[in-house]
């Protein structure tokens, strides 16, 4: 009789075997997953990182944007208006005094003045005026954007004397340039201040200003070889050259008359509507030549005529010769006005007094201030003293 044969477990596991293999690979998988975690976690935040580097540098460079073109608006567009109002004179600029000075806007100012459409170097369109005291304008150039607000920070003040009258805005300026992806968005800010003083324009800006580019006899005066004027040169008249090389001019040089007149050596004076005549006078231009430009007035009133009035306070203008000083009865209200060619000498009388010792012809006049008693004592040749009982104040 046969028996069947049994299987043991015992020596062939093989179930066994198979369920530690199962065992094994999750385990081996739940490990893949923890090592994988850590990589996909540093993954995204370098991402991040590199984009916020993006838009960090995308907003720094908007508000560098906007810092160039506050600075074009304020040294381009802005002389450039205001080169177009008439002078400040003592009564001031009606309009302008009455409108953003007496009208406390400031914000208009900017708006009207500060920027020009044909202005090339502006990115930005015209100002948003948000109120009497706040502007702002958005700028933006390929993928950089930025916003600039410019807000007061106090009425305009203005003042007026004899010698002018000027006109002061101060402004806070505040920079916001934006980098955007997506959703997400970075801000840098700038802030800063500047102030605006408008002043009647003067001829001390020019190295060389002429009404007319003649002699006293009315002979041409020209341009030639050797010089070199390191300033605006300007004449309402026509300018004159000769030799090549002529002068050298380095800074802007223009001239009322739509021509300018060339020696032409050796032959004759030619008028050309051109900056050199041929190779025969040829002046050096290093910011060109401007021909028919507007003619700038002559002032009706000069420095001098208004220290003449201050020095004659409470006198009429004298005819003759001699010297004055402007006073109410014994009280100084002026100072020393000179009529006639003099000679003058200065010394001190003691402690605290100054002295003039000023000679018109054979005429000697000795104006002494005295600090210590505050009077203004005035001797002529005769001898006649006078006395004033407070201190001269000017001179001219």
Not at 279 to 306: C, E, R
Not at 332 to 346: C, E, F, H, P, R
Request: charged content about 15%; proline content about 5%.
């Amino acid at each position: 009789m046969q028996r069947k044969a049994r299987r043991r477990f015992g020596k062939q596991p093989r179930g066994f075997i198979l369920v530690l293999t199962l065992a094994f690979a999750a385990l081996l998988g739940v490990a893949s997953v923890l090592a994988i975690g850590p990589s996909v976690g540093e993954a995204l935040k370098a991402g991040q990182e590199l984009r916020d580097q993006r838009l960090f540098f995308l907003a720094d460079g908007g508000a560098t944007l906007c810092r160039g073109e506050l600075k074009s608006r304020l040294t381009s567009a802005l002389p450039t208006k205001l080169a177009a109002l008439p002078p400040l004179t003592v009564g001031m600029l009606t309009n302008f005094k009455t409108t953003y000075v007496d009208g406390n806007d400031p914000a208009g100012f900017l708006v009207d003045y500060a920027y020009d459409p044909a202005n090339a170097a502006l990115l930005g369109g015209a100002w948003t005026k948000d109120s009497t005291t706040q502007a702002h304008v958005q700028v933006s150039y390929e993928q950089y954007r930025c916003t600039l607000t410019v807000t007061s920070r106090g009425a305009p003040v203005s003042s007026v004397s004899a010698l002018g009258s000027t006109a002061l805005f101060r402004y806070r300026y505040t920079i916001d340039g934006t980098g955007t992806e997506g959703s997400v968005t970075r801000t840098v800010r700038l802030q800063g201040t500047f102030s605006v003083l408008v002043q009647q324009d003067n001829f001390a800006r020019y190295i060389l200003f002429t009404n007319d580019q003649r002699n006293s006899s009315g002979s041409p005066v020209y341009f030639g070889p050797g010089f070199s004027y390191h300033g605006p040169v300007r004449t309402n008249g026509q300018f004159n050259f000769m030799q090549n090389p002529s002068s050298s001019f380095w800074d802007t040089i223009e001239s009322g008359s739509t021509t300018a007149r060339y020696l032409n050596t050796p032959g004759s004076p030619i008028e050309l509507a051109a900056d050199r005549n041929g190779t025969i006078d040829v002046p050096i231009f290093d910011k060109g030549l401007t021909l028919g430009a507007a003619a700038i007035p002559m002032p009706t009133t000069t420095t001098a005529d208004a220290q003449k009035s201050t020095a004659l306070t409470g006198l009429s203008a004298p005819s003759s010769t001699g010297v004055y000083l402007g006073a109410s009865g014994t009280a100084m209200t002026g100072g020393i006005y000179v009529k006639g060619d003099a000679s003058i000498s200065l010394a001190t009388a003691g402690t605290r007094s100054a002295q003039y010792r000023i000679t018109v012809g054979s005429t000697t006049w000795t104006v002494t201030a005295d600090y210590n008693t505050m009077n203004t004592t005035v001797t002529q040749t005769a001898p006649t003293t006078w006395v004033y009982d407070t201190i001269v104040r000017n001179s001219h």
